[in-house]
Nanobody, 114 residues
Framework: QVQLVESGGGLVQAGGSLRLSCTASNIAFTITDMAWYRQAPGQQRDLVARIGSGGVTYYDDSVEGRAAISRDMNTVNLNMVGLGPHDTAVYYC??????????WGQGTQVTVSS
């Protein structure tokens, strides 16, 4: 079973930036898509950004122009700038393999102070 280890996050001042990283291990099947989601208190988990195996990216409108997702082998990174309190959430890494199996990370808290 794929295991995901996330790093980064924490407390960030409004207007600041963050870098989240997620590394997959124990991979039995090729990972296709890698993505970051986030979930604010009392809200559903929403897609922030996704990157396919060919490097094609997708960004939610809420982070378009402020976020950059990248991958290197089995690590996916998310860089964001211009953070605001609305970016406060638990951020989750997610990967899909060739069997279409979805694996989630444990989540990392990002808190943006105003």
């Amino acid at each position: 079973q794929v295991q995901l280890v996330e790093s980064g996050g924490g407390l960030v001042q409004a207007g600041g930036s963050l870098r989240l990283s997620c590394t997959a291990s124990n991979i039995a099947f090729t990972i296709t898509d890698m993505a970051w989601y986030r979930q604010a208190p009392g809200q559903q988990r929403d897609l922030v950004a996704r990157i396919g195996s060919g490097g094609v990216t997708y960004y939610d409108d809420s982070v378009e122009g402020r976020a950059a997702i990248s991958r290197d082998m089995n690590t996916v990174n998310l860089n964001m700038v211009g953070l605001g309190p609305h970016d406060t959430a638990v951020y989750y890494c997610s990967v899909i393999d060739t069997r279409k199996t979805v694996t989630w990370g444990q989540g990392t808290q990002v808190t943006v102070s105003s």
